[in-house]
């Protein structure tokens, strides 16, 4: 039940945001353009580009208990949306072409689908 305490609260405190984003004029902030620009959805045809489903990670190493997996992770361009947009930045993981060479995160994955970073 709300008590007439909680209601004066939760007005006192809806009229303190209204004036802070009208007084520090936050709203053109907030919903103003992304730099770069912004994409309509209706712009893009929808699954124009075929899903690209990754091969199975191969092991690094395996004891008794664990499974081990040496995850690089690096950033590059890729087409994802339809080939007349830009190229789009993402971050990947996968296998690591030099495991022994470059610093790399590790995974440790139990059996029965437990996962642990170590």
């Not at 995850?71 to 361009?77: D, G, H, L, T, W």
Request: hydrophobic share 35%.
């Amino acid at each position: 039940m709300t008590t007439r305490r909680s209601f004066l609260k939760l007005t006192a405190l809806a009229g303190t945001g209204t004036y802070l984003t009208r007084k520090l004029d936050l709203w053109p902030r907030v919903f103003g353009q992304v730099p770069g620009g912004t994409l309509s959805p209706t712009d893009i045809p929808k699954f124009a580009m075929p899903l690209f489903i990754p091969p199975a990670m191969p092991l690094s190493g395996r004891d008794s208990a664990t499974d081990y997996y040496t995850i690089a992770v690096r950033q590059f361009e890729q087409q994802i949306l339809p080939p007349r947009h830009r190229r789009t930045t993402i971050w990947v993981t996968g296998r690591s072409p030099m495991a022994a060479a470059s610093v790399v995160p590790r995974a440790r994955l139990k059996r029965g689908r437990n996962g642990r970073r170590g």
